[in-house]
């Protein structure tokens, strides 16, 4: 039976630097973490309502790590790995419609 820890991983991954990209983008320092309720809550003062819309994906957190070491988490079905990668698509998708703006500022006219 395959095993879709990987897509879990990727996906934290993916929330991860999406918000530390936008963090950033507003001089937020931030700890070494894979914590993604704390980086909600980092970003919630340069981004209101950002904590909220993306709540779920918090539970990627528990990815950030564990399919890295096989066995210390039940491993992710077809179905909830590609959930997870839906939350991670979301929270990329809000992070870029936020940072857009200072995307297309930095372009040349044309």
Known sequence: MPTYDLVGFHAQQT?????????????????????????????????????????EAEELTAHAVGARYPGREPPLDREEAARQLAVANAVLAHVRALLQPYLEAGRPPG
């Open 15 to 55: 929330a991860e630097k999406a918000l530390k990209a936008l963090l950033v983008r507003h001089g937020v320092r931030f700890d070494k973490t894979h914590d993604l309720g704390q980086l909600l809550e980092q970003a919630e003062p340069v981004a209101p309502g950002t904590a909220e819309t993306l709540a």
